[in-house]
């Protein structure tokens, strides 16, 4: 039987390193191609680094049919689930494959709905034809939201965010250089709001540029901090307070540094709201002592 290797399917997962694909052939030298290779017809699905080692050194190999495979985007959504599964698989890559597969079952339902919708107004009188493999029927495609997207490929809400971001925005240099964990997803995400030219440039750099590049832009992004005695002011509203304490809360507040508006609202609440109380228990003890 003849194997057919399709480049668009080889390069679907990114490739071993040089290093997991030398330690595979190793493996398999010693000890003989154990796992068979997927085949859809004469397609291969799984297996294009075996396959290739075998055919390198005269190996013999096992294969076997999937027979539930439809249509070009099953072979897809199955090469995805079998490596989102697969724990040397990067947090970066699982959540490209996360948004690949979202992608094919939004493409799927929006192509569910106009079926339907044409049978509704009488368009066609049932299944579009069986010979259009990317075409119903199949199994209902179901809504992914990001947060089941997130849990499938082990990752947060906020991660899966960034990695679309970085998927969408970032230049080649820079997607390379998140894949090869030269740079974080956080810092990735922030550089990929660049200009393309500057993404460029500061991958061109090294790890240490990129990182600079990721502080401008998160700096750039931040919201300036009030001065400690208008915060004071905005959130002691109408009440009373002495000058001298009010210089001692905001040297305070300064002494904190960069800080979140809130949170630096709410400690000044408390410490005058603190001061008060201190004030009617010293008044109660006065009472109390001249009962």
């Known amino acids: 039987m003849d194997i057919v290797v399709k480049e668009e399917l080889k390069a679907y997962i990114d490739p071993l390193t040089p290093d997991e694909h030398d330690a595979l052939e190793r493996s398999i030298l010693a000890e003989g191609c154990r796992d068979a290779l997927v085949l859809w017809g004469e397609v291969l699905v799984d297996g294009h680094n075996r396959y ?11 294969t076997i049919q999937n027979t539930r495979f439809q249509s070009m985007d099953d072979v897809h959504l199955w090469m995805i689930e079998q490596h989102l599964g697969r724990r040397s698989v990067s947090d970066f890559q699982r959540g490209v494959l996360a948004l690949r597969k979202r992608d094919i079952l939004a493409e799927r339902h929006r192509a569910d709905q106009a079926q339907l919708q044409k049978e509704s107004d009488g368009e066609i009188s049932g299944p579009a034809d069986a010979g259009d493999e990317d075409s119903p029927p199949w199994a209902a495609a179901p809504k992914v939201s990001r947060a089941d997207m997130a849990r499938e490929a082990r990752l947060s809400s906020s991660q ?6 970085i998927h969408k925005q970032a230049a080649p240099e820079l997607v390379e250089a998140v894949k090869t964990g030269v740079i974080s997803i956080s810092a990735a995400a922030a550089v990929a709001d660049l200009p393309e030219d500057e993404q460029r440039a500061a991958a061109a750099a090294g790890k240490d540029e990129l990182k600079q590049a990721a502080k401008r832009v998160r700096e750039s992004k931040r919201k300036p901090r009030k001065p400690a005695q208008e915060v004071l002011h905005s959130a002691d509203g109408d009440a009373e307070v002495d000058p001298s304490r009010a210089a001692e809360i905001a040297d305070a507040l300064n002494a904190l540094g960069e800080g979140p508006a809130e949170l630096r609202q709410r400690i000044i609440a408390l410490t005058l709201e603190n001061d008060t109380l201190r004030q009617q228990l010293a008044e109660l003890r006065r009472q109390v002592a001249e009962a």
């Open 160 to 165: 899966v965010t960034m990695i679309e971001r």
């Open 52 to 62: 290739g080692i075998c055919q390198k050194h005269g190996l013999p190999f096992q």
